[in-house]
């Protein structure tokens, strides 16, 4: 069974900190990986996307991957009260026999909130 | 990023009806597409994968008979629940996955649809 893991929180952070979160997957061939926000109330927005190793930046979000560790993060730099939201991790096989064998669909974590104070 | 749609954003009903939901993948064609159902403060959960021109794959303890999915075209999913009943009442959120491009095997979900049954 497949599992990717993440600590629930809250992650309280000052407002103009950097947020980190961490996610942990226990699938060792895992290929895609993925950061989505949630707001309450509302459905998943896709934040990044990460395949290979090491950073990859988009605005004020930084993933990083290392995948003989086993761990994807997720840094919000320049914390606002309005990054405050669940932030899930996800993973996805994408070699055809990875595919067969766990089917085409995203394994969540279960989320980590976080609280950006003013 | 590719955007989905999802009709109606809500919706209230009495027990014993039925309701369908629609899902449309507006700036891509989406072969696979997912349907997720979120209850308050609680992790998604994937009810089914729709997939075009075939039948849908059902998660285990989801029964198919009640909650029927249509994936007729590239671009629009339905998702059917009969004969709701209270214990129904959830958010429920559909998703695509882009399968070429840039954004190839990244997933995408919809507003999300808030049932009630009364």
């Known amino acids: 069974q497949k599992e990717v893991e993440q600590n629930s929180g809250p992650l309280s952070v000052p407002e103009g900190a950097i947020a980190s979160l961490n996610c942990t997957y226990s699938?060792?061939?895992?290929?895609?990986f993925f950061w989505y926000r949630q707001y309450s109330g509302k459905s998943p927005e896709l934040i990044m996307s990460i395949y290979s190793n090491g950073d990859k930046e988009d605005g004020r979000f930084t993933a990083q991957l290392n995948k003989a560790s086993q761990y994807v993060s997720l840094l919000i730099r320049d914390s606002q009260p309005s990054d405050s939201a669940t932030y899930l991790c996800?993973?996805?096989?994408?070699?055809?026999?990875?595919?067969?064998?766990?089917?085409?669909?995203?394994?969540f974590g279960g989320g980590t909130r976080v609280l950006v104070k003013p | 990023g590719a955007v989905v749609s999802q009709h109606p954003s809500w919706v209230i009903c009495k027990s014993g009806t039925s309701v369908k939901i629609e899902c449309r993948s507006l700036?891509?064609?989406?072969?696979?597409m997912f349907w997720y159902r979120q209850f308050p403060k609680q992790s998604l959960m994937l009810m089914a994968t729709?997939?075009?021109?075939?039948?849908?794959?059902?998660e285990q303890g989801v029964e198919k008979d009640k909650f029927l999915i249509n994936h007729a075209s590239l671009t629009l999913s339905t998702l059917t629940v009969t004969s709701a009943h209270p214990e129904d009442s959830s958010f429920y959120i559909c998703?695509?996955?882009?399968?070429?491009?840039?954004?190839?095997?990244?997933?995408?979900f919809g507003p999300g649809t808030r049932l009630t049954v009364l």
């Open positions: 996800a993973e996805l096989p994408t070699l055809n026999s990875m595919i067969k064998a766990a089917g085409n669909k995203l394994t």
């Open positions: 700036d891509f064609q989406a072969t696979t």
């Open positions: 998703s695509a996955r882009v399968t070429s491009g840039r954004q190839y095997n990244e997933q995408f």
């Open positions: 699938d060792r061939v895992s290929q895609s």
């Open positions: 729709s997939n075009e021109g075939s039948k849908a794959t059902y």
